[in-house]
């Protein structure tokens, strides 16, 4: 009877190891499994770069960078310079141009803007569109391509035989395809083939339809700043007087939902067909050659999904 009994018991010990034993290996397989799956679907899932710029502009120029949707910046961007007369000095400088502007992700991909500048009085607006993105780890995109389009009016006083006095001919337009790529965590940089009509022509020998090429660069020096510059080429130039290609050099500082961007450039108007073929001064130390330049950014985030 002792040794039936003590069968049995190892009969029902054997058979719930047996259960246990089977229990685990089909958990550790079907955790396999689920691993498995797991790391195929991240494969098959795309990453893309973030923050190739970390703003929508870089300094004067127009970056690859749209904003989230439902984000709300408000700008106010100004240039100071003093002009080479004598006794021209005021208490800090001769001349202010200031441009206040909106700017809002309607999605994710698309921006649109709009903004006024004092000294040119000069109104425009934007559509910016993010194409596509580049990819990580040598997936998708190589690169990350955005469509600009931008339309401005020049609301200043001209002389009574100036041509365009009639609204229609104030207005002009800049079309580019900004194309960036993100090399480093720390490097980006940009190429902008661009096209520029503008509305008024003052001398006849004065081309109408610009064709230009911008050049930018960003590297992080660590934290929230980085170094920035850009450079503008006009293949066919305003002939009636000198222009030189706009150039700038800056500081960019993001402060928790606030960008300050310091530069220095020979641009003074801050809307692409003012500022990419209409800069009258090359870039040197000379008055008014040398600008200062201030960008101050706010963002808001107006939906709560946003808000940090």
Known sequence: MLI???????MKNRTIFYLMSFMLISNLIGGQELLDILEKEQKDTLMFTEATFKYSRITFGQSVQTRKNGTLDVKMSNRFWNTPAERSQSFFVDRIN?????EYGL????LIGAGLSTFDERFDGFLKYKLLKQGLK???SPVTISLFQNLSYFDDMLPYSSPGTMASSRFSFTSQILIAKKITSDFSLQVSPTFIHRGLVFNENDPQNHFSIGFAGRYKLGG???????????ANPIESFDTYGPF??????EVSDTMLQFMLTNAVSMVEDAFITQTRNNFNFKN??????????YTFHLKNRLKR
């Open 224 to 234: 929230h700043v980085s170094f920035v510059s850009e450079y503008y080429y006009v």
């Open 288 to 297: 008014p050659n040398l600008n200062v330049g201030f960008n101050f950014v």
């Open 4 to 10: 039936s009994s003590l069968n049995m018991k190892l």
């Open 248 to 253: 700038s050099i800056g500081i960019n500082w």
């Open 98 to 102: 200031t441009r206040f502007a909106l």
């Open 107 to 110: 999605s994710d991909r698309l």
């Open 138 to 140: 040598g997936n998708g």
